[in-house]
């Protein structure tokens, strides 16, 4: 596709969301995208984030290298920023107040990952009544090594998602019953 006279620019570090947004984004020929990771050289990474109108940025602190969290200093360095979109809970990486001031945009897109949220908080509970926490601490302990192994050679069988699963309508009463107790 040729790229169109007034081509917006964009960029994310590190990852997306969810891949339909790339998708979307390409079949876009007014958009160029581009991706920026917590190691790419300054030399690199500047000219891209200068020339950018829109920052999609993730929420959490600990997966994007503090020198792309959007304050006052970077906000600065991106004279054609006009929106930061942040995705997951809350927007931690973005000083709100500098980008207002500026007169940049903030919005967040939350609720992508709901139902693996809401699926690891069941499992969590389930895990607390069941033989299975042994493993999930097991695999939990092996997971925070230095050079961590990869779930499946950690965890082996563990399971890593809720969804699909079964469980009777027994275990379901038993489940409401603990919580009940707990409460």
């Known amino acids: 596709m040729p790229l169109k006279d007034n081509v917006k620019r964009a960029f994310y570090v590190r990852y997306v969301a969810h891949p339909c947004y790339l998708e979307i984004i390409a079949s876009r020929p007014e958009i160029r995208l581009d991706r920026i990771d917590n190691d790419t050289?300054?030399?690199?990474?500047?000219?891209?984030?200068a020339a950018a109108h829109a920052y999609q940025i993730g929420s959490a602190r600990d997966e994007l290298a503090p020198r792309f969290h959007l304050g006052r200093d970077l906000i600065a360095r991106m004279p054609s920023l006009l929106v930061a979109s942040t995705n997951g809970a809350g927007f931690d990486t973005v000083d709100v107040r500098a980008a207002t001031e500026a007169g940049v945009l903030v919005v967040n897109q939350f609720g992508g990952n709901a139902e693996a949220v809401a699926s690891h908080v069941l499992a969590m509970l389930l895990a607390l009544k069941s033989a299975s926490s042994r493993r999930i601490t097991r695999c939990a302990r092996g997971a925070s090594a230095t050079a961590p192994p990869s779930w499946a050679a950690t965890c082996g069988d563990a399971p890593s998602a809720l969804s699909g699963s079964a469980m009777s309508a027994g275990g379901w009463l038993r489940f409401a019953a603990a919580?009940?107790?707990w409460s």
């Open 179 to 181: 919580c009940w107790a």
């Open 41 to 49: 050289a300054p030399e690199a990474a500047e000219p891209i984030m």
